[in-house]
């Protein structure tokens, strides 16, 4: 049997200018174990890729704000405690770094993201100064605004009960710092040759190849192990 997976989007499922590879609908719809989606996009992106592969819609949003697995939606998180710091941070003369109509906060339930290019060191002021219960997590597509104790790698362990599945049986792959807390749930992981340093750190491995180069890398090894 192959194992189970926990894949991240950006970074991991895309290329590098962020689109969706097209080997992800020749690998995935197929593949013959759970598939979780675990991504610091909000709830709609990864339930759309999920259900457009024709997969089960078991899905980790928000950075583990949001878990779902067979219909029942785990939300965990304060938003107010995020939106407070954002409106500081706009008070202060910060922006949130996204177009108008913001889709990427539109549907979002439990936290906030900000465009990679605000204000960073800024946002961490603001941030610090709200106290110990929020945290900023930088992926490299977003600044997130969130609460501490929230990750994907506990929503897995959500995911993985539900499922009636060993957390530790399932393969990790990732490419930045909100990945590591699923490395360390995950019985396997593998960062892409892009990871940032969080994600290196805390993978069991590192590839060689960026992006789905590298993904594509480890799931053929499942594959072959499995044959
Ligand atoms: O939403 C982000 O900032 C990054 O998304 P990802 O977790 O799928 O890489
Ligand atoms: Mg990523």
């Known amino acids: 049997m192959v194992p189970p997976l926990a894949l991240d989007i950006d970074g991991t499922l895309t290329t590098p200018s962020g689109r969706i590879d097209p080997r992800v609908f020749e690998l995935l719809p197929g593949w013959d174990a759970p598939v979780v989606f675990a991504t610091g996009k909000a709830f709609p992106y990864p339930v759309a890729l999920a259900h457009f592969l024709g997969r089960e819609e078991t899905v980790i949003a ?31 003369g910060g922006a949130i770094g996204w177009g108008d109509g913001d889709t990427v906060n539109r549907w979002r339930e439990t936290e906030v993201a900000l465009g990679p290019d605000v204000d960073a060191g ?42 009636g599945v060993d957390p530790a049986a399932f393969v990790a792959i990732g490419d930045s710092e909100n990945d590591a807390s699923t490395f360390g749930v995950a019985g396997e992981s593998y960062a892409v040759a892009n990871a940032d340093a969080a994600a290196r750190n805390a993978a069991d491995e590192v590839v060689d190849d960026g992006y789905m180069n590298g993904t594509v890398s480890v799931l053929e090894r499942l594959r072959e192990r499995d044959e």
């Open 122 to 163: 800024l946002l961490r002021e603001v941030a610090a100064a709200a106290g110990d219960d929020v945290e900023i997590v930088d992926t490299g597509y977003a600044y997130h605004v969130k609460s501490v104790g929230v990750s994907k790698g506990r929503a897995l362990r959500v995911v993985a009960e539900a499922l």
């Open 62 to 92: 928000e950075n583990g704000g949001v878990a779902y697995v067979g219909g029942e939606t785990t939300l965990v998180g304060d938003p107010d405690a995020a939106w407070a710091v954002v409106e500081a941070f706009r008070e202060r």
